[in-house]
């Protein structure tokens, strides 16, 4: 393996791969971007050109900042986003730690059932949950958008999480128990923390689709006071007319958080605490 | 105080009986050791005594009382993993003092304890270290520091040395036996190695299939086993079996016995081989020779050298011959 490692030409094999698919990835982002602070002849001009001094705008971040209410979408989107999260990983944590430690009748049918959600798109039962959310009142609340995304999380979370919780020491856990610690403790003490790793996946999974979702915000949430930042967004792509310096700003502004949220969870990833634990 | 029985446990998981009817009563203060083939049931029934796992019927009285329905922080009991089971994130001094915390003891006593049992096992210079940066024999060291410092009753041990490399392997092992005499507490301890089985218990619980074949000292269950099993499990090179003809035994006699230490090499005798092989070992030499198709051991003391295909007569005294019924139960006359 060190040898395959230490090659110089294996080496720059994979530098080369790399580089290119980041390239190739960060290639719209950085378009994106660039374009947000130029004229709108320019853009259509010479998209792929760094503004100069004579394209140099900011026009298209006052439009933003100016039409519509931006930091209360922008407030909206990221309550949304954080407390679906929140929400996801501590019951899709919980469930899972219940079906891999636990033996009981049935934990396999459980398992199942709960994992039937990841091959059924949430959104085909679109219409009941309107329904739902008219019949108790939740409708244009953030709170439904919230539930719905929660229930569209959770079975990929429970899958993932039960699978790494089954890895987790069955010695550590009993340790814990001979120790007195009850089953609450040895999950948030014990458990969590050693499955770090995986949380932080399941939240990147969860993270982006929640943010840019168009779909429920639209419909169970399309009020001026719940407008999510994806569908406050919208107001600047016509039928006829697309102010695309808003547009291009408005995206610009709504990498930011996600990318923050992003490196947050991704450190989360690279840390292991594990090793040293268990032999 | 620390005394333990068990009384007829049996434990199924769903409809696979892994232990049948144990019955089991331990001294205050014995070290006694489970051993027996890989998934014999050892960790299983050790788990029902530490109350990790419950036993379909039966008791388990830890002290003359009753624990079934006790939950293993309140037995009285600490245990030791064979992967160490140290908490990752918490220090040495925290992972040892962990259990008394949840107790809700004093802190003073708190860390008087801790301070004892790393005093007793040396490992009062890395009490601020955490796991992952002890060595392997400290790890263990610290994972028997932490049930040293609950002052339990009984001490369950889960072979505790399989994971160390040999040599540090025989300095624990003194180090338990050394514990032992100190703290005089019961301790049950599960392992499949002889060696440790023969010198550190006072009394050897011989296990197979679910099953107790035999409790007793490691001398009675090596001088007088009660079946074949047992015969064949402690002693190594195990004990050599051959089918009872080549000794003329009585018709309902199946299977004889020969320890390889009680056997010499002749030059005349009633049993003649040729000698298919030889092990070196410096101190002893073992010589293994083919009698009429099966494979006989011989432990000779000191070195030897034998020409391999020689024929050579086995010496021995019909004193050290064991016999057993059809059954594999030992006969004894
Ligand atoms: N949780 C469980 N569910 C089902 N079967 C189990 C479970 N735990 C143990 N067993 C079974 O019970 C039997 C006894 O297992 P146990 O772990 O007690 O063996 P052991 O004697 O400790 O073996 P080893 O020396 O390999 O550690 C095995 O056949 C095992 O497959
Ligand atoms: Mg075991």
């Known amino acids: 393996m060190n040898k395959v490692r230490h090659n110089p030409l294996n080496i720059f094999a994979a530098h080369a791969a790399l580089l290119t698919y980041t390239v190739i990835a960060l290639f719209p982002v950085i378009v994106i971007l660039v374009n947000s602070f130029k004229t709108r002849r320019s853009i259509f001009r010479d998209p792929l050109a760094l503004p100069n001094t004579d394209t140099f705008t900011l026009i298209g971040y006052e439009t933003v900042l100016k039409q519509g209410d931006y930091f209360l979408y922008f407030q909206n989107s990221m309550i949304v986003t954080v407390a679906s999260l929140f929400f996801i990983l501590l019951f899709g944590s919980m469930a899972a730690f219940a079906l891999s430690e636990y033996r009981f009748k049935g934990n396999t049918l459980m398992a199942l059932y709960l994992a039937i959600g990841i091959m059924i798109p949430i959104r085909l039962g679109t219409i009941s949950i309107l329904q739902i959310m008219v019949a108790s009142g939740l409708v244009n609340t953030l709170t439904a958008l919230i539930l719905v995304y929660i229930a569209q999380g959770l079975p990929l979370a429970v899958f993932i999480l039960s699978e790494f919780m089954r890895q987790v020491s069955a010695d550590l856990k009993d340790a814990g128990r001979i120790d007195g610690l009850s089953e609450y403790r040895i999950f948030f003490v014990l458990v969590l923390p050693l499955v770090r790793p995986a949380m932080a996946t399941v939240a990147v999974f969860n993270m982006i689709p929640i943010w840019n979702d168009l779909w429920f915000p639209l419909i169970l949430a399309p009020g001026e006071a719940t407008k999510t930042l994806t569908l406050g967004s919208q107001i600047f792509i016509g039928q006829f007319v697309t102010d695309w310096n808003a547009v291009l700003s408005g995206l610009s502004m709504a990498i930011l958080p996600v990318m923050i949220l992003y490196v947050i969870f991704s450190r989360q990833l690279i840390r292991g605490i594990t090793s040293g634990a268990v032999k | 105080m620390g005394s333990l029985s068990l009384r007829n446990i049996h434990k199924s998981f769903g409809s696979v009986e892994v232990l049948k009817d144990i019955n089991l009563e331990v001294d205050e203060g014995e070290f006694v050791i489970f051993v027996g083939p890989s998934g014999c049931g050892k960790s299983t029934l050790l788990r029902i005594i530490a109350g990790l796992e419950d036993a379909s019927s039966g008791d388990v009285l830890i002290a003359d009382q009753r624990v079934n329905t006790l939950p293993p922080s309140n037995r009285g009991i600490a245990m030791v993993f064979q992967t160490y089971a140290l908490y990752p994130h918490l220090s040495v001094r925290k992972n040892m003092s962990l259990g008394l915390k949840q107790a809700k003891q004093p802190t003073k006593y708190i860390t008087e304890r801790v301070n004892l049992a790393a005093d007793m096992l040396e490992l009062t210079p890395y009490l601020d270290r955490r796991p992952a940066e002890l060595s392997g ?197």
């Open chain 2, 137 to 333: 024999g400290q790890r263990q060291r610290v994972a028997i520091g932490r049930a040293i410092v609950r002052n339990p009753k009984l001490f369950l041990f889960d072979e505790p040395l399989s994971n160390l490399d040999a040599a540090l392997r025989v300095n624990t092992r003194l180090e338990i036996a050394r514990l032992h005499r100190e703290l005089e507490t019961t301790i049950i301890y599960v392992t499949h190695d002889q060696v440790e089985a023969m010198t550190l218990a006072d009394k050897i619980v011989v296990m197979q299939n679910g099953r107790i074949e035999q409790v007793g000292s490691p001398m009675e269950l090596y001088n007088d086993p009660d079946n074949i099993f047992v015969a064949g499990f402690i002693g190594s090179p195990a004990m050599n079996f051959f089918s009872a003809r080549l000794l003329e035994m009585p018709e309902n006699i199946k299977t004889a016995g020969l320890r390889p230490e009680a056997i010499s090499i002749k030059k005349s005798g009633k049993i003649s081989g040729e000698i298919s092989h030889l092990e070196h070992l410096g101190a002893d030499t073992n010589v293994y020779i083919d009698v009429e198709g099966e494979l006989i051991t011989v432990r000779l003391f000191g070195q030897r050298d034998y020409e391999i295909g020689s024929t050579v007569y086995l010496g021995f005294s019909d004193d050290d011959v064991f016999i057993f019924d059809e059954a594999g139960r030992r006969v004894r006359n």
